[in-house]
């Protein structure tokens, strides 16, 4: 089973708005990151945040990590339409040293 | 530059074909990785590589198999393709296992 399980599995919000979109995870982890996926493209990193860190910003991101109930949650705040896109969560770890992902939330923010 | 490209971007092939997939990064990293992404979007890791270490999901078919000729480059090779080969496969890389990753473009293989 996957590692990290995103909520929702999509989200369709007006330009301006903020969307929130959260992560759970099943096993102890060193970090957690967030990756975007544009249409027909790789991934891209958009933050990580460490265990030991309970919240951290970049730009109009948002995000959180409640390691006791192992969730995590990505705030994007005034929306564009540009930040259409799939976001990702994933999970690192010492033990298998691999990253892994969730499923994803798809986004949609409509001019 | 491109931190991280694989080759080719589309793969058309048939059934029961071998092919390969390059990956190459010019991050210096010590890690790379291959993930499939079905038509779900969902990510599953298949390898992880680095010049000491491959750690293999075990759900993956040993029709697959990574091949590592120097640090810089993981490619993949796929023995007697099926259907459900059919996906985008990303090569990524890493400083080590667990920090961010940076990933190639994607090949989207469809088996017919």
């Known amino acids: 089973s996957q590692q990290g399980e995103e909520d929702p599995q999509a989200l369709s919000i007006q330009e301006g708005e903020n969307a929130t979109m959260n992560c759970s995870y099943k096993?102890?982890?060193?970090?957690l990151q967030w990756y975007r996926q544009n249409s027909g493209r790789g991934l891209v990193h958009l933050i990580l945040?460490?265990?030991?860190?309970r919240e951290k910003h970049s730009g109009r991101l948002r995000v959180t990590l409640d390691t006791s109930k192992k969730s995590s949650s990505l705030l994007i705040t005034a929306s564009r339409a540009a930040d259409t896109a799939s976001y990702f969560c994933?999970?690192?770890?010492?033990?298998?040293?691999?990253?892994?992902f969730g499923g994803g939330t798809r986004l949609m923010v409509k001019p | 530059d491109t931190a991280v490209s694989q080759t080719p971007k589309y793969l058309v092939t048939q059934m029961g074909n071998d092919k390969s997939i390059k990956c190459e990064q010019n991050?210096?990293?010590?890690?790379m990785y291959w993930y499939k992404q079905d038509s779900k979007k969902f990510l599953k890791i298949m390898f992880s590589?680095?010049?000491?270490?491959?750690?293999i999901n075990e759900t993956v078919p040993n029709r697959f198999s990574p091949k590592s000729p120097d640090k810089a480059h993981l490619n993949l090779h796929i023995n007697s393709l099926e259907l459900g080969d059919s996906a985008v496969y990303f090569c990524?890389?890493?400083?080590?296992?667990?920090?961010?990753?940076?990933f190639g473009q994607g090949t989207r293989l469809t088996v017919v």
């Open positions: 990524a890389s890493s400083d080590r296992g667990f920090t961010e990753a940076f």
């Open positions: 945040i460490r265990s030991n860190e």
């Open positions: 991050l210096g990293h010590d890690t």
């Open positions: 590589y680095n010049n000491k270490e491959l750690i």
């Open positions: 994933a999970t690192g770890a010492y033990a298998g040293n691999m990253l892994t």
């Open positions: 096993t102890s982890i060193n970090n």
